[in-house]
T-cell receptor, first 113, second 113 residues
Framework: DAGITQSPRHKVTETGTPVTLRCHQTENHRYMYWYRQDPGHGLRLIHYSYGVKDTDKGEVSDGYSVSRSKTEDFLLTLESATSSQTSVYFC????????????FGNGTRLTVT | GENVEQHPSTLSVQEGDSAVIKCTYSDSASNYFPWYKQELGKGPQLIIDIRSNVGEKKDQRIAVTLNKTAKHFSLHITETQPEDSAVYFCAASPSTGFQKLVFGTGTRLLVSP
């Protein structure tokens, strides 16, 4: 899986609690992404990073923040989880931009009760 | 922004038959069109992609066709096998500038022995 590890793989949390998901890569790729996958919506981009400490918002960024302090790690934080954030979250990496292929991790299934 | 529609949402075929999945896109600036296969419990994996300077691309039993005038592209799988059963996603993005892939909603393909 292109050297991408997501942790945890599964998490159940309560509404209003903070949650942090981690993505770790061993490929030294510059670009990293967080997507969420929901039935009927496909994959939607939450945030992305184009370098250490360089991040930007995607299509569905409200309620999420990210940080990238090292090339290999990209963290996704839900400051105060809501039931609408119950989803499967995927991290992806790419070597370049434009038509450079995305490589995905195996996902984190998050349930907010 | 870009909008990608994908049909059908589910597709059942007999082993050995062909399967076709179709996508349309809205942004004429898009010129990179990848297809991803997602198996249960795993992240999407790139199986083939096409750029707008090419009308068709083949890789063994898989082919993708692109009609830029009509803004649609299709995935063709011939001689289907049970291991082809998965969810398939199409996507579109401009190949220059920052990659912001927009995904279709997915097609669940079931190949029966």
């Amino acid at each position: 899986d292109a050297g991408i590890t997501q942790s945890p793989r599964h998490k159940v949390t309560e509404t209003g609690t903070p949650v942090t998901l981690r993505c770790h890569q061993t490929e030294n790729h510059r670009y990293m992404y967080w997507y969420r996958q929901d039935p009927g919506h496909g994959l939607r981009l939450i945030h992305y990073s184009y370098g250490v400490k360089d991040t930007d918002k995607g299509e569905v960024s409200d309620g999420y923040s990210v940080s990238r302090s090292k090339t290999e790690d990209f963290l996704l934080t839900l400051e105060s989880a809501t039931s609408s954030q119950t989803s499967v979250y995927f991290c992806a990496i790419s070597r370049g931009q434009g038509d450079s292929p995305l490589h995905f991790g195996n996902g984190t299934r998050l349930t907010v009760t | 922004g870009e909008n990608v529609e994908q049909h059908p949402s589910t597709l059942s075929v007999q082993e050995g038959d062909s399967a076709v999945i179709k996508c349309t896109y809205s942004d004429s600036a898009s010129n990179y069109f990848p297809w991803y296969k997602q198996e249960l419990g795993k992240g999407p994996q790139l199986i083939i992609d096409i750029r707008s300077n090419v009308g068709e691309k083949k890789d063994q039993r898989i082919a993708v066709t692109l009609n830029k005038t009509a803004k649609h592209f299709s995935l063709h799988i011939t001689e289907t096998q049970p291991e082809d059963s998965a969810v398939y996603f199409c996507a579109a993005s401009p190949s220059t500038g920052f990659q912001k892939l927009v995904f279709g909603t997915g097609t669940r393909l079931l190949v029966s022995p």
